[in-house]
């Protein structure tokens, strides 16, 4: 059974270890290949199992090759030479299952599952090592394994290895680390890299890195198989959820290697697209019909993709001279060679049972290879995004400083502009009132009856004008409180020498957010005005100023708030109906008009009332009234007004 031909012999098994990629040294004539057995049959059908006659049988025995899609039970028996009587032997097996027990000499040393096979059992991916019980009298040990396989579950029996414990034990390590640790390594290889590249996915949308990260982690879902014996799911979905996975994994990154190369439109690309959503189906009528020709059918599809991506992606490569192309171009003709091999060793070679693929190592390299080129495209993204925000950093900077300078002139030109419309005011300012006036009072000082008194009256209100005028050339910030004390501070000794006693009411009020100089001085002389009249035409003893704000609705259904400014005196009074007509009224109705507010003018006997209301040009927080502030300034200058504590103003002409 296992001495045929000596030569033949170790040929096989150098073939055996070199597939399983072990490298060992052993003295030759200490170790038997187990290659032939004696085999019992019992098949599972819709009828009564029942046993077939026993057969010699080469190994490995495949079941699902040599029994199809039927599901039963197969013992296995042979005989083991003992070389040296008193060296303890033991028996490695690559591969068996799904369910087995071993015995030897009729005693049972090893068993996993239950006959038939659990849902949740299946050894058959993990190799085995059963130590022999000592026996000094034997020549050969008979040996009896019985495995219980299920259709579609890859169940079996590969060549067995006898030998010395010493001999035998480095062996199953090694497979042990090939076939568990290697997988284990693979599988967290792989899902690392899938799951990093769907994190870049989630950031930046671009389909390549879906089309890794997706097959990336259904690789690791189907490497993952060999690291269990005891499935975490119960057949057939433990055989579904693999094998679905590793169907749809190869044409996704072959999709994503079209990707790379800018070939995703292609006729092909959407081909392996629909290959990978109809992967689970495929796995499905394979695993539960079971349609076995079927998953022979999905691999050679998969190889015949696998070329025709390699030769899309080569033809590019080989044209192009970018380094990551050609990097890739390598990584998918290794690759796709590996995959070639395995299916040929695993459909036409005697030793396809036991065989470990190598596309599980050569996926390795490849998904470094195509974890390399996605760093290599991320990295030039990232100095094309660097050049990118450099060159708008130097545009930003160059329009900002264009921005800046015209900034400037914009502000140089409201400075000259502002300067100008200061000095037409004053030139108008100057014409119209202080130099009509003046001109009044050349005429009434040429009359030969002309009244000291009056032409002395007359030049008081022409100095306190002009010092009106002057005083409007510093901005007071649309301070209406400091405004009126200026009228006040300008006007009060005038008032007293003709007998008035002013009294004076000004509430905290608002800034009137937009004024300029030009609006103060509107409303200054609109008041000059009208304390001119007062004391010239009212023969008044008393006076009063009020000024506040009224809340909106409170002012004639105002919307907003308004500053109220009224004027009263206890003066002879006057008619209104003849009054507005005449020339003063009308200016100030204009100024008052000017400042966007409403002038009213009410006169009986005893009382004349004039109101001057300003709506606030926004809504706007009540400021505190500037008054205390304008007084300290103004009691620095002239102490007689220490005492008022009202809204006051620093004079600029004396």
Same mark, same amino acid.
């Given at each position: 059974m296992g001495r045929q031909n000596e030569a033949l012999r170790w040929r096989l098994i150098a073939l055996v270890f070199a597939v399983l990629g072990f490298s060992w040294s052993v003295s030759a004539h200490a170790l038997t290949l187990i290659e032939e057995a004696e085999l019992t049959l019992t098949l599972h059908g819709q009828a009564r199992a029942h046993a077939e006659k026993p057969q010699t049988v080469t190994l490995p025995f495949h079941w699902d090759q040599r029994q199809g899609a039927v599901d039963g039970e197969a013992r296995f028996t042979f005989e083991v030479p003992v070389a040296q009587a008193d060296a303890p032997m033991a028996l490695f097996v690559p591969r068996l299952g799904n369910s087995f027990r071993v015995s030897v000499d009729d005693q049972e040393l090893a068993r996993f599952g239950a006959f038939p096979p659990g849902p949740y059992d299946d050894a058959s991916f993990a190799p085995q090592y059963v130590e022999l019980p000592a026996s000094r009298s034997a020549s050969s040990r008979r040996v009896e394994v019985t495995i219980a396989a299920q259709a579609a579950r890859q169940g079996g029996l590969s060549p067995i290895v006898a030998g010395? +414990?010493?001999?035998?034990?480095?062996?199953?390590? $090694?497979?042990?680390?090939?076939?568990? !640790?290697?997988?284990?390594?693979?599988?967290?290889?792989?899902?690392?890299?899938?799951?990093? !590249? @769907?994190? +870049?996915? @989630? $950031?930046?949308?671009? !389909?390549?890195?879906? =089309? =890794?990260? @997706?097959?990336?982690?259904?690789?690791?879902?189907?490497?993952?198989? +060999? @690291?269990?014996?005891?499935a975490p799911l119960p057949w057939p979905w433990w055989g579904v959820l693999p094998l679905a996975a590793f169907q749809a994994a190869i044409p996704l990154l072959c999709r994503f290697a079209l990707a790379v190369v800018g070939r995703d439109d292609t006729r092909l690309a959407r081909f392996l697209g629909a290959m990978a959503w109809l992967a689970p189906v495929a796995a499905a009528l394979g695993i539960m019909v079971p349609w076995l020709w079927l998953t022979s059918l999905w691999q050679g599809l998969n190889l015949v993709v696998g070329l025709a991506m390699m030769v899309t992606v080569l033809r590019v490569a080989l044209r192009s001279s970018v380094l990551e192309h050609r990097v890739l171009g390598l990584a998918v003709v290794l690759v796709v060679l590996a995959g070639a091999r395995d299916m040929w060793v695993m459909r036409y070679s005697p030793q396809a049972y036991d065989v470990v693929p190598w596309i599980r190592f050569a996926w390795v390299g490849f998904a470094i290879s195509l974890a390399w080129v996605i760093a290599e495209r991320m990295r030039k993204d990232a100095r094309a995004m660097a050049q990118m925000n450099a060159s708008l950093e130097a545009e930003l900077a160059k329009r900002n400083a264009a921005l800046e300078a015209a900034f400037t002139r914009e502000r140089e030109g409201e400075k000259a502009r502002g300067a100008l419309e200061e000095r037409q005011r004053v030139m108008q300012d100057l014409h119209d009132g202080l130099g009509a006036q003046l001109v009044g009072l050349l005429r009434m000082a040429q009359q030969p009856g002309a009244a000291r008194d009056d032409v002395a009256l007359h030049l008081r209100d022409a100095v306190d004008q002009l010092k009106l005028t002057v005083d409007a050339m510093h901005d007071g910030d649309g301070d209406v409180a400091s405004a009126l004390g200026a009228v006040r501070y300008r006007l009060g000794p005038r008032l007293q020498a003709a007998g008035i006693d002013l009294r004076w009411d000004v509430s905290p009020l608002p800034a009137m957010t937009g004024w300029s100089v030009r609006e103060s001085h509107q409303m200054q002389m609109l008041l000059f005005e009208a304390f001119s009249n007062l004391m010239t035409h009212s023969a008044a003893t008393q006076a009063s100023l009020i000024a506040r704000v009224l809340p909106p609705g409170g002012a004639d259904g105002a919307e907003g708030e308004v500053i109220e400014i009224e004027l009263c005196d206890n003066g002879r009074g006057f008619d209104t109906s003849g009054v507005l007509r005449g020339r003063g009224l009308a200016n100030m109705r204009a100024r008052a008009a000017a400042l966007g507010g409403m002038l009213m003018l009410k006169s009986r006997p005893g009382e004349t009332r004039l109101r001057l209301r300003l709506p606030m040009p926004v809504p706007a927080a009540v400021a505190g009234s500037t008054s205390n502030e304008a007084m300290t300034r103004l009691s620095e200058a002239n102490p007689e007004l220490q005492a008022s504590g009202q809204a006051g103003w620093r004079p600029a002409l004396r």
């Open positions: 010395t +414990v010493e001999e035998i034990r480095p062996l199953h390590e $090694r497979a042990e680390f090939w076939h568990i !640790s290697g997988g284990r390594f693979i599988a967290i290889v792989s899902g690392v890299l899938g799951a990093l !590249s @769907l994190l +870049v996915w @989630l $950031r930046q949308r671009e !389909s390549i890195y879906l =089309y =890794y990260g @997706l097959g990336e982690l259904l690789w690791s879902v189907q490497t993952a198989r +060999v @690291l269990f014996t005891h």
